[in-house]
């Protein structure tokens, strides 16, 4: 089955930048689409920002012009730079992939990192 790790978040004050990085893994797999989606205490999982295989992107309006998503297709790698990080930006970010695996369709959750925003 493919796997997700995440890694890159922790604590970080109030106009702080981090990068998340997500690497999947598991063999014999083609990876369409990769997102990142977030959840705050209390709060449902929202999506942060979304990459296809062809390099379009989307954000959420909220990390419009902070956050960066990127794709590294031959490592099967997926980032997101997190830049002028608010303390609404907490939350557990969890990597999302959905694909085709010997010609049969997954998606797959990551287990998720801790991105702390505070002074």
């Known amino acids: 089955q493919v796997q997700l790790v995440e890694s890159g978040g922790g604590l970080v004050q109030p106009g702080g930048s981090l990068r998340l990085s997500c690497a999947a893994s598991?063999?014999?797999?083609?990876?369409?689409?990769m997102g990142w989606y977030r959840q705050a205490p209390g709060k449902q999982r929202e999506l942060v920002a979304a990459?296809?295989?062809?390099?379009?992107?989307i954000y959420a309006d909220s990390v419009k012009g902070r956050f960066t998503i990127s794709r590294d297709n031959a490592k099967n790698t997926l980032y997101l730079q997190m830049n002028s990080l608010k303390p609404e930006d907490t939350a557990v970010y969890y990597c999302?992939?959905?694909?085709?695996?010997?010609?049969?369709?997954?998606?797959?959750w990551g287990q998720g990192t801790q991105v702390t925003v505070s002074s």
């Open positions: 999302n992939a959905e694909g085709r695996r010997f010609s049969r369709p997954f998606e797959t």
């Open positions: 598991g063999g014999y797999f083609r990876i369409d689409n």
């Open positions: 990459a296809t295989s062809g390099g379009n992107t």
